[in-house]
């Protein structure tokens, strides 16, 4: 089993910057891929970030620019670089891994850090 935990979320005003981390454990190469999503009450998660075993990066237009997704295999990890926040970006923000087990996607989830912008 494949589990996963965040850190770094918290308050900060609109402007601020703000990582998050997340830890894969065993081995960061027990998944394929992994990402960052985000959900606010009453809406569906959305993807943020997410970034390949080889290192491809995709992002929200939303975010383009602004965040950046990166993992540091020694240390079983991956980053979020959230810069330029907005109130709109508040959420709870979630990891997930990717690891496919035969023809089948299984999808692992972290416990979610929440995120808050405001002055």
Known sequence: QV???ESGGG?????GSLRLSCVVSGSIFRVNALAWYRQVPGKQRE???GISGG???NYADSVEGRFTI????AK???Y??????RPEDTAVYYCNGRKLVGVVW?????QGTQVTVSS
Request: no cysteine.
């Open 80 to 85: 979020l670089q959230m810069n330029d926040l």
């Open 55 to 57: 290192g491809s990066t």
């Open 3 to 5: 589990q996963l935990v």
């Open 47 to 49: 993807l943020v970030a």
């Open 11 to 15: 308050l900060v005003q609109p402007g």
């Open 106 to 110: 299984n999808d692992y989830w972290g």
């Open 76 to 78: 079983n990890t991956i």
């Open 70 to 73: 990166s993992r540091d295999n």
